[in-house]
């Protein structure tokens, strides 16, 4: 099995697939992360941090922020670039930003923060927001009370984001105090092509044998084809999927 800053920096290699299965992020979540300084008199100014290929990035933009999107792996920022326009884009960790100190408003973390190191990226993020700025994590995981949601699990495999927000969740350091949160519940529809590029789209996969990869490909797609015949649709399905959103306030 791959180290987990092997998995960590993988995603370039699955950019395109990223972009197709990822879900993107429900609007509700960011206005609620961004809620403790919407009352500025003055646009907000949002660095998307871990930004991938511009999902969380796209829905900042909706919400009328200015943002700079941050990422690790150059193969991400190229997808991110080609798909959200006239974002400023960077290379750069939750560790080692590239932002002059109290610059933004907002930090905002989708898919990520599990991959980081906690100390250090609060630290970090702590300098470059403004007093009173807000640090927002956010993450959409499948709705396992659905039996045939956790037999997808089960194919595919766990992931570390999941381990983590079925034990004790995400924990943040100083400068920052614990962490308030929220829930969505929603139900996104996938033809198999976006299902199976969701799974490809993991670390787990991405690092797996090519043995491996198509074994648990091919186990997908047939619990695609079953849950297509129970809702009685050929093309596409239902997944459901919670929102986990957490802010804390810079002191």
């Known amino acids: 099995m791959a180290s987990r800053e092997e998995m960590s920096l993988s ?4 950019a395109s697939a990223y972009e197709s299965g990822r879900p993107d992020y429900p609007r509700e979540a960011v206005d609620w992360m961004l809620e403790p300084v919407r009352e500025l008199d003055r646009a907000l100014r949002v660095a998307d941090v871990g930004a991938g290929t511009g999902k969380l990035t796209r829905t900042i933009v909706e919400a009328g922020a200015e943002v700079v999107a941050i990422e690790p792996d150059p193969e991400m920022l190229i997808t991110l670039r080609e798909n959200v326009h006239g974002v400023p884009t960077f290379v750069g ?5 590239p ?13 990520a923060w599990h991959w980081v190191d906690v100390e250090a990226a609060s630290a970090e993020t ?14 959409n995981i499948r709705d396992e009370s659905d039996p045939w949601v956790a037999r997808l ?3 595919m495999h766990g992931s570390h984001a ?15 105090h614990g962490l308030e949160e929220r829930r969505w ?3 996104r529809t996938l033809t198999k092509p976006a299902l199976l590029d ?10 797996a044998t090519d043995a491996e990869r198509a074994e648990i490909l091919a186990g997908v797609a047939d619990l695609f084809d079953e849950r297509a015949r129970a809702e009685a649709s050929a093309e596409t399905i239902s997944l459901p999927y919670l929102t986990r959103a957490y802010r804390s306030i810079r002191p």
């Not at 932002?99 to 898919?111: C, E, I, K, T």
């Not at 702590?126 to 993450?139: D, E, H, N, P, Q």
């Not at 999941?162 to 920052?176: H, K, N, Q, T």
């Open 153 to 155: 699990t089960a194919a």
């Open 162 to 176: 999941e381990e983590m927000l079925a034990g004790d969740g995400p924990r943040v350091a100083a400068p920052f």
């Open 185 to 187: 519940a929603w139900t």
């Open 198 to 207: 969701m799974v490809a789209s993991r670390s787990y996969i991405i690092t």
């Open 11 to 14: 995603f370039g290699a699955a």
């Open 99 to 111: 932002l002059p100190d109290a610059s933004v408003d907002a930090v905002l973390l989708g898919q």
């Open 93 to 97: 960790t939750a560790e080692r930003l």
């Open 126 to 139: 702590g300098r470059v927001l403004r007093a009173g700025g807000v640090l927002g994590l956010v993450w």
